[in-house]
């Protein structure tokens, strides 16, 4: 299985993983960083805080993209570059049925 050049599909999985773990493990610093664009819009938003429901749901929601992103990677690493899975070009649109 050498591979040379890394498949653009490796790196995004990797990517979201990787911002999968930093929400799991840091989901305050995720919540405050996906909602600067809207504080700078307004005065005194040091004070706010997020809610407990928040936090939770963007634990989670990093602990599931950070799974994706993990089987993506393994998954991509494991195919054949050069042989799509018939399955997959089944779903795909211009894919051939094999009727």
Known sequence: MDR???RPAVVGYALAA???L???VFPRRSIRLSTLGTRLAFDDTDDLEPRPWLVRATRI???GTFVAGVVGVVVELRADADDPTPALADVLPGGDSGD
């Open 18 to 20: 990787l911002q999968g």
């Open 61 to 63: 929601t990093g602990l």
């Open 4 to 6: 040379p050049d890394v």
């Open 22 to 24: 930093f929400a799991f």
